[in-house]
């Protein structure tokens, strides 16, 4: 299984930016009652943070500094995962990995807020 994110960039405080991720691979394999896929971010110097997640029948979860500005949502006929991030924040600046269970991670796209 391969994950392939994209869609990082540049963006000023408060502006937008959404984020894909496309899976394949041998997906028929995996299991629908523990298919979740995610995003996860690392800043600078700090630790590997859940951002949000959304299992296959659309259960979502997000990390307490994301809620209401972030939106996760995923196409199963497409194998894809996005991110909606609305209002980013400085803080927001870090590596985001796309995931998915049981353990794949995908590379890592780059976001920057600038203030």
């Known amino acids: 299984v391969q994950l392939q994110a994209c869609g990082g960039g540049l963006v000023q405080a408060g502006g937008s930016l959404r984020l894909s991720c496309a899976r394949s691979g041998s997906i028929s394999s995996i299991d629908s009652s523990i298919d979740v896929m995610g995003w996860y971010r690392q800043a600078p110097g700090k630790q590997r943070e859940m951002v949000a997640a959304i299992t296959s029948d659309g259960t979502t979860d997000y990390a307490d500094s994301v809620k209401g500005r972030f939106t996760i949502s995923r196409d199963n006929a497409k194998n894809t995962v996005y991110l909606q991030m609305n209002s980013l924040k400085p803080e927001d600046t870090a590596v985001y990995y796309c995931?998915?269970?049981?353990?794949?991670w995908g590379q890592g796209t780059q976001v920057t807020v600038s203030s």
């Open positions: 995931a998915a269970t049981p353990g794949y």
